[in-house]
């Protein structure tokens, strides 16, 4: 099949980002502070077909992280070492020019209470399993880690009404994550519930991630995902490798494995090399997958950057193996200061 090519732009054009108190919109004395950000997006996205696919087709994958969005952060103390706060994100997916904007939506939004004892928040945003498993294997973008996003491999979602409790203790952080049956009865999910941690910088090198994620379907499925990784990280370099396995009512369990390293070949550009696999005797006879993502800084804002993807995938039915790629060549801005 001949790769197709698009020309993708941002879902949002302009935007404001702040990073530091100078960046901190005027507030009314009382209401806490405010802070605008804001990421912008262009690419051409060239794609041969559906990345962990058994067949040769021309359905692009899902992209959670390449994306326009323009955000807000809210704090307000409240005294007694409690500070309320707010979240919210608006953005875009990578999208032909006619749905550009249509495609724009919520993206992450929370609010909650932090103390010293740690941070109490609901809305819709990443579990555990993003947060500490999924960044230690996936650091840049999302279509070089199949195998842990990829439905093929029971990808884990960003979930609405999510209630999350974060703390941390010196090196350790953990994260308690549920999601209470009552609320969005659309969804297929009734309930969830996970724990997930990462220890870091043991004997200055080594990080350990760990996540553990029980949904309960209202179809009566439970599935059950588990998550662990560790990293090495050296001067120039660091080498990350993962594992993901879903336990569901299918008569075989999903495992996945990731490895990524992360070359810092200059002071602004580095080079990202994913390799992952599946086993799967549900779905998959074979699958092997590996990509890049290759990015150079110009300023402290601005980067170019390329990332790309080949799967190869046998389904268990026997036939030709499918051999699927995606490749994209984009533009990040990092919108600066506009308040001084």
């Not at 197709?4 to 502070?33: H, I, K």
């Not at 309320?84 to 994100?89: D, G, K, P």
Request: no cysteine.
């Amino acid at each position: 099949m001949a790769p197709r090519t698009r020309l993708l732009l941002p879902a949002l054009l302009f935007a404001w980002a702040s990073t530091a108190q100078a960046g901190n919109v005027p507030t009314p004395p009382g209401w806490g502070e405010t802070t605008v950000f804001a990421t912008g997006n262009a690419a051409l996205f060239v794609t041969d077909g559906e990345l962990g696919a058994t067949a040769e087709d021309s359905i692009q994958t899902q992209l959670q992280d390449v994306k326009s969005v323009v955000g807000i952060d809210w704090t307000l103390d409240v005294g007694y070492s409690h500070k309320l706060i707010a979240h919210y994100e608006y953005g875009g997916q990578f999208s032909t020019l006619s749905n550009t904007f249509s495609d724009a939506k919520p993206f992450r939004s929370w609010f909650g209470v932090s103390n010293a004892l740690g941070t109490f928040t609901y809305g819709k945003q990443p579990t555990g399993f993003f947060k500490y498993y999924g960044s230690t294997i996936d650091q840049a973008q999302e279509i070089y880690a199949t195998g842990y996003t990829t439905p093929h491999a029971g990808g884990v979602e960003i979930e609405s009404d999510i209630v999350k409790y974060s703390t941390s203790y010196g090196r350790l952080a953990v994260d308690v994550d549920y999601r209470p049956a009552f609320v969005d009865h659309s969804s297929p999910i009734a309930n969830s519930i996970g724990l997930s941690g990462k220890y870091s910088q043991f004997m200055g090198r080594f990080s350990f991630a760990g996540a553990y994620l029980r949904e309960e379907l209202r179809s009566g499925v439970n599935v059950n995902r588990y998550g662990a990784a560790v990293e090495y990280v050296a001067e120039q370099w660091s080498i990350a490798l993962g594992a993901h396995v879903v336990d569901d009512a299918s008569p075989s369990e999903t495992h996945s494995y990731n490895l990524l390293s992360i070359i810092q070949l200059t002071q602004n550009n580095a080079l990202h090399l994913s390799l992952s696999t599946i086993d799967d005797d549900d779905v998959y006879d074979s699958f092997y997958g590996a990509g890049f993502y290759l990015d150079q800084k110009i300023g402290s804002q601005f980067r170019i950057y390329t990332e790309a993807a080949v799967t190869r995938a046998e389904d268990t039915i026997g036939g030709s193996a499918a051999l699927n790629s995606q490749i994209l060549f984009g533009v990040r801005y990092d919108f600066g200061n506009i308040y001084y």
